[in-house]
Every structure is written in structure tokens, then in C-alpha cells.
């Protein structure tokens, strides 16, 4: 069944009559695949956008790629947004938890303005100086979340079809990195790449 159900500006409406004007919502894209990075963003949408992304930004899960694309656009040309970057080196070095908290907290960073940051999941992050709420399920109930789950996920989509080019054997390109049936395959004959999470169960060493 269609899920026509769409984020509200609830929760960030709540934190702002607190007294914290710049409110940015946080998640990430690639906690789960066995090669290539973990990308967090951070999306602060302006007041006066509000209402053009209402009805239209939902969970990237939920949207067609066509869809993300644009939305994509739109949000990186009209909001403050940032971007945090862990690739597969360093989630082996530190495990996934901790590089997702780590490229979180480089989104957030890289924001212009922000006083209060909601954050998709149970994660805390450390090192950003400023209040957070976690929201279980933020990406389908904060528009600001919503709106950073697109982010996140089309720019680690655009890295995937970067290292696709490199190593197409493992079809990056359409799996992103997931372990899917030909993925593991084709890891079992050629093994991990440079790219790979060798500290994730079925890539190995």
C-alpha cells in the first residue's frame, strides 16, 4: 500500500518556541552496506521554505530516485545544509556506531547556522557544542530529518557510481554497496576490494 503520509514541521516548531531559531535535522545514508562510506547530512530549512517542501520531502526510503533527485536539488540550493563523510578505512578502524557518530557530527559541523539538532535513531553525538533530541523514526515524523535522509542518501548513491566506475565487477551502481546475492558472489571471486568493510560479517579479509 502507498504510504501517503508526509513529515510535519511539528518538532522543530516545538524546539523553536523554546528560543532556538536554527533548528537542523540530521540522519544518514550506508550504516549498512559492505563497502564504501557511512554519509551523514544536517538540512536547516529557512522559515520561508517551509511550506515548498510540506507535502513533497518524505523518508528517502519512500521516494523514487527520480524523486530524490529533485528534491535533492531543491534542497541543496534554497537550505543550509552539511555534509559528513567516514569511508570504509575508518569504519573498520572504529566500527560503524562510531563512524556513523562521526560523520554526523561533520555534517553539523559544516552547518552555517544552527543552535539545536534533531537527530534521526537513538544516536548521541559527541563534539558539536550545542542541545540534540533523537526521534525514533525522525525521517518519517521531522520535515528537517526527512529532508537530511535525502541528502545523505543521494550524495552516497553519487559516490557509489563513482566507485563503480572503478571496480564495476561488483555492480555498486545498482546494489550501492549492499550485500546482495551478487554482491557476496562476486566478493567470493574476487575478494574485498579496497572499498570493501573488511570488518563487516561476509566481506572478510
Known amino acids: 500500500m502507498k504510504d501517503n503520509k508526509f513529515p510535519t514541521y511539528e518538532f522543530e516548531d516545538d524546539i523553536k518556541s523554546k528560543g532556538y531559531d536554527f533548528v537542523a535535522g540530521v540522519d544518514e545514508a550506508g550504516r ?4 564504501g562510506p557511512v554519509v551523514a547530512a544536517a538540512v536547516r530549512i529557512p522559515d520561508y521554505y517551509i511550506p515548498t517542501l510540506m507535502g513533497r520531502v518524505k523518508d528517502s526510503k519512500k521516494l523514487s530516485a527520480k524523486k ?9 540550493h534554497n537550505c543550509d545544509y552539511g555534509i559528513g563523510v567516514i569511508d570504509n578505512k575508518i569504519i573498520d578502524e572504529i566500527n560503524i556506531l562510531e563512524a556513523t557518530k562521526l560523520a554526523m557530527q561533520k555534517a553539523i559541523n559544516d552547518l552555517k547556522y544552527v543552535n539545536y539538532v534533531l537527530i534521526d535513531g537513538t544516536v548521541k553525538v559527541s563534539g558539536i557544542g550545542i542541545p540534540q533530541k533523537q526521534i525514533i523514526k525522525g525521517d518519517n515524523l521531522s520535515l528537517s530529518i ?22 564495476p565487477v561488483y555492480n555498486w551502481i545498482k546494489n550501492k554497496g549492499y550485500l546482495t546475492k551478487e554482491h557476496i558472489k562476486m566478493l567470493r571471486l574476487y575478494g574485498p576490494s579496497e572499498f570493501h568493510r573488511k570488518s563487516f560479517n561476509k566481506v572478510g579479509k
Open 32 to 35: 549498512g552496506p559492505g563497502a
Open 68 to 76: 530524490r533527485d529533485g528534491l535533492y536539488d531543491m534542497i541543496t
Open 146 to 167: 526527512a529532508a537530511a535522509s535525502i541528502v545523505a542518501k543521494v550524495a552516497r548513491d553519487e559516490m557509489m557510481q563513482t566507485l563503480h566506475y572503478v571496480y
